[in-house]
């Protein structure tokens, strides 16, 4: 089915997103999350982090199952790397521009 192309690119950036934001929570640290001010670019607390990371990883989870992911459908698995490497490029982008404290 055509829906479970982009599910499975939504899968691979929700799942790439879940791990800076887990990183930094468990990790006691702030960042940037939508929830911040100015959003995405203000520090967000630890918890708040830890939050959007499980929130991510569910969502991520919920699309990884609405799509076929594995060796038997390789452009089902193309586009979930797809994903992955779009949100993992744009936050190499857009991270550096993160406010410091």
């Not at 479970?4 to 468990?26: E, I, K, R």
């Not at 999350?33 to 569910?58: E, M, T, Y």
């Not at 969502?59 to 992955?84: E, K, Q």
């Amino acid at each position: 089915m055509w829906y479970q192309y982009p599910a499975a690119f939504l899968s691979g950036g929700f799942l790439t997103n879940f791990v800076p934001h887990f990183v930094h929570g468990t990790s006691g640290n702030k960042f940037p999350s939508p929830f911040s001010n100015p959003s995405g670019i203000g520090l967000s607390s630890a918890r708040v982090n830890v939050i959007w990371a499980l929130i991510n990883l569910f969502a991520g989870y919920l699309l990884f199952c609405a799509a076929p992911i594995d060796n038997n459908h390789p452009l089902m698995l193309a586009s979930f790397f797809a994903g992955i490497a779009a949100l993992a490029l744009f936050c190499s982008n857009h991270f550096p521009k993160k406010h410091k404290e």
